[in-house]
């Protein structure tokens, strides 16, 4: 997903008329429960809005339409279309650890922020998602008519009196995104040094990996954050050149993190590679069966049962957390 201009959007989120008026919330505030911090109500606020439909123009896509958590927040299809049924650019990236990537794009390395990333579905396009582009005023009628976000924008946003705005949208979603934290997988024990963490053939995949694969999937969420090209440049999707303007940035994409990669199928930036195998051997790496069987054996280790299954990540159907 790339939206040009992403720059000039955020400038006028600051000043986006149709924000709810402070009253209620500055009343909400005075009902703040002990021990519920500003940082807390955020991200709780956060969750909320991440699988609320209204924040798409018809009701019918959350964010969590396209990031699952069975998937490790990422989409068991190619690509989703937007509300329109304007066909998806690319493959949905998982979330596990978002937080500390240094771009947030396949093919854009100037969205830096989560709350940046969040106006490209919003308001994005290049294609059409959320189609809520000139629905900001609409946006914020909706949400200002849930008791439960009235209460918790006041929580979350004391200095504006609980105003409910597109810009505390995008900060709430980022807080939660922020808190997606996956470091519990069979990998993450083994590489702490519990060898008993996982089998022996995925030990040799392990090695395997290191020897090949590495350079690129690199650190504790198996990425280097840059970009590269795998295979000769498609001009129905030019990458990283589409936002540079550059030809030999062609074909360029960030590397994804492999972090529950066996759940997240299918792979690349348009979904074409359907099994690790395929993704394997698009790098232009042919192993041997029994080889490429212990390098997939490795890559099934990198899922993380207890982020995929978390309940404090998943739909929230409890009361409010501000009562």
């Known amino acids: 997903m790339i939206l ?21 919330g500055q009343d909400a505030a005075a009902r703040k429960p002990a021990g519920l911090s500003a940082d807390a109500a955020m991200a709780a606020l956060g969750r909320r809005l991440f699988y609320d439909g209204d924040l798409s ?3 019918s896509m959350a964010c969590s339409t396209c990031h699952g958590q069975r998937h490790g927040f990422a989409e068991g299809n190619r690509s989703h279309p937007g509300v329109t049924d304007e066909p998806g650019r690319r493959n949905v990236q998982g979330l596990a650890n978002v937080g500390r990537r240094r771009s947030l794009t396949w093919g854009d390395a100037t969205i830096r922020t989560l709350e940046a990333q969040a106006l490209v579905p919003l308001l994005g396009e290049n294609p059409v998602e959320m189609a809520m582009k000139g629905q900001e005023a609409e946006l914020a009628r909706r949400l200002s008519g849930n008791a439960c976000y009235t209460r918790l924008f006041a ?16 900060r709430a979603l980022g807080a939660f995104q922020r808190g997606l934290v996956s470091d519990a997988a069979p990998a993450d024990r083994f590489v702490r040094g519990d060898q008993g963490a996982i089998s022996m053939e995925a030990r040799a995949g392990a090695a395997l990996f290191g ?3 590495a350079a690129c999937h690199a650190g504790p969420d198996y ?7 795998i295979g000769a440049p498609d001009p129905r999707d030019r990458g990283l050149g589409d936002v540079t303007g550059r030809a030999d940035d062609d074909g360029r994409f960030r590397t994804p993190s492999l972090r529950n990669v066996a759940v997240s199928a299918p792979y690349f930036h348009d979904g074409a590679s359907a099994t690790l195998g395929d ?14 069987a212990t390098l997939v054996a490795w890559l099934a280790t990198m899922t993380d049962q207890a982020f995929i299954t978390n309940p404090r990540f998943a739909y929230p159907d409890g009361p409010c957390e501000v009562g």
């Open 4 to 24: 040009r201009g992403v720059a000039a959007l955020l400038i006028g989120v600051a000043t986006l008329a149709g924000g709810v008026g402070a009253g209620a």
């Open 57 to 59: 123009i018809d009701g």
């Open 155 to 170: 929580v979350a946003f004391p200095e504006t009196g609980g105003r409910i705005d597109l810009a505390g949208v995008t």
């Open 211 to 213: 020897q090949h694969c």
């Open 223 to 229: 990425t280097d954050d840059h970009f590269h090209r």
């Open 279 to 292: 993704a394997i051997r698009r790098h232009g790496m042919t192993f041997a069966a029994p080889e490429e």
